[in-house]
């Protein structure tokens, strides 16, 4: 689909070459890495008015009704679709919303963040930006996923292994399990052994 549409689509032919201009510079803060990117090709998304006043005034570019018409959509499970991102930061990446408008709020939807995963396979990594957090459609819920590898948090998964634990326990040494508070529920995730499954539930 990737390949399909830097062909067929103009603004996912441009995002992409745009790819090539981004210049990146890391930093070591604390022993972990910071990696700073100059994106032009990103300016629209980046910059986009997130206020209430202005998301109430504009159209959600997320709805089916929205989609420009070359962006093509493949449906995934449970209500969402998988669309190409025209602003990448990755050499490969995707937006995934769902088909109903939703506010973006995680709670209720790890489990699908979890099937996503597993389903996209060790290439990707998937990812969730809150509505307060960088999100340029806070008003409707979605996923992102691109290149694995591409994030600093990646890289330091190991040194942040050895210095804490989930539940008291090491990460990947074994079964070890982990929950946190949204809202009035409690979430936990449990990964069983060092390349197993993650499962979420609610509590």
Same mark, same amino acid.
């Given at each position: 689909?990737?390949?399909?549409?830097?062909?067929?689509?103009?603004?996912?032919?441009?995002? *992409?070459?745009?790819?090539?201009?981004?210049?990146?510079?890391?930093?070591?803060?604390?022993?972990?890495?910071?990696?700073?990117?100059?994106?032009?090709?990103?300016?629209?998304?980046? !910059?986009?008015?997130? @206020?209430? +006043?202005?998301?109430?005034?504009?159209? %959600?570019?997320?709805?089916?009704?929205?989609?420009?018409?070359?962006?093509?959509?493949?449906? *995934?499970?449970?209500? #969402?679709?998988?669309?190409?991102?025209?602003?990448?930061? #990755?050499?490969?990446?995707?937006?995934?919303?769902? &088909?109903?408008?939703?506010?973006?709020?995680?709670?209720?939807?790890?489990? @699908?963040?979890?099937?996503?995963?597993?389903?996209?396979?060790?290439?990707?990594?998937?990812? *969730?930006?809150?509505?307060? %957090?960088?999100?340029? $459609?806070?008003?409707? #819920?979605? #996923?992102?996923?691109? &290149?694995?590898?591409?994030? &600093?948090?990646?890289? @330091?998964?190991?040194?942040?292994?050895?210095?804490?634990?989930? $539940?008291?326990?090491?990460?990947?040494?074994? @079964?070890?399990?982990?929950?946190?508070?949204?809202?009035?529920?409690? *979430?936990?995730?449990?990964?069983?052994?060092?390349?197993?499954?993650? +499962?979420?539930? !609610?509590?």
């Amino acid at each position: 689909m990737l390949a399909r549409q830097k062909i067929d689509w103009d603004w996912c032919e441009k995002g *992409y070459k745009s790819l090539e201009t981004v210049i990146t510079h890391n930093f070591l803060i604390g022993g972990f890495s910071l990696k700073a990117q100059f994106n032009p090709g990103r300016f629209v998304s980046t !910059t986009a008015k997130v @206020d209430p +006043k202005s998301i109430k005034e504009r159209k %959600c570019f997320l709805c089916l009704e929205q989609l420009p018409p070359a962006q093509e959509r493949l449906k *995934y499970r449970n209500g #969402f679709q998988i669309l190409v991102n025209p602003f990448p930061i #990755f050499p490969e990446h995707f937006t995934v919303p769902k &088909t109903a408008h939703e506010p973006q709020k995680i709670e209720g939807n790890f489990e @699908d963040m979890l099937m996503l995963a597993e389903d996209l396979g060790e290439d990707f990594t998937v990812f *969730y930006n809150g509505p307060k %957090c960088g999100a340029s $459609a806070p008003d409707h #819920f979605h #996923f992102q996923a691109g &290149t694995r590898g591409f994030m &600093t948090i990646e890289g @330091d998964f190991e040194a942040l292994r050895i210095e804490f634990s989930i $539940a008291g326990r090491e990460v990947g040494g074994g @079964d070890a399990g982990s929950e946190a508070k949204v809202g009035e529920s409690t *979430y936990g995730v449990r990964v069983n052994g060092a390349g197993g499954k993650a +499962k979420a539930g !609610t509590g």
